[in-house]
C-alpha cells in the first residue's frame, strides 16, 4: 500500500505565497518523476510542475518565474513553493508519483488533493 498525504494549502492573498508538501509512504522501492497538478472548478486538471528523481524539472508557463518544484528524495516528499500567487492559481492541488514497489512494478499514485485559494 502507498499512500500519498498533501499539505499546505490554504487562503491567501493575491501576491502572497504558499508552501504545498506532499509526502509518501507505504511499500515503496524508489520513485521516479513526483509532480504537482491542479483542477480548477469547471476546468480539466493540468499540469503545474513535475522534477525526475535527479532534479530535473518542467513547469507549465503560467507558473514559470514564480512557482519552484523541488524534493527530497530521503524523505519520498516534493514541494511546491508558490510566490506571486494570482486569483487564477486557486484550484486544487494534486501530488502525484511514479513509484516503483519492491517487485518492480510501476505505477502512478495520486494525493487526495489540498485546496489552495488566492483572494483578497
Known amino acids: 500500500q502507498v499512500q500519498l498525504v498533501e499539505s499546505g494549502g490554504g487562503l491567501v492573498q493575491p501576491g502572497g505565497s504558499l508552501r504545498l508538501s506532499c509526502a509518501a509512504s507505504?511499500?515503496?522501492?524508489?520513485?521516479?518523476?513526483m509532480g504537482w497538478y491542479r483542477q480548477a472548478p469547471g476546468k480539466e486538471r493540468e499540469l503545474v510542475a513535475t522534477?525526475?528523481?535527479?532534479?530535473?524539472?518542467n513547469y507549465a508557463d503560467s507558473v514559470k518565474a514564480r512557482f519552484t518544484i523541488s524534493r527530497d528524495n530521503a524523505k519520498n516528499t516534493v514541494y511546491l513553493q508558490m510566490n506571486s500567487l494570482k486569483p487564477e492559481d486557486t484550484a486544487v492541488y494534486y501530488c502525484l508519483a511514479e513509484i516503483v514497489s519492491w517487485n518492480g512494478i510501476r505505477r502512478d499514485y495520486w494525493g487526495q488533493g489540498t485546496q489552495v485559494a488566492v483572494s483578497s
Open positions: 507505504g511499500t515503496i522501492f524508489s520513485i521516479n518523476t
Open positions: 522534477i525526475t528523481r535527479s532534479g530535473n524539472t
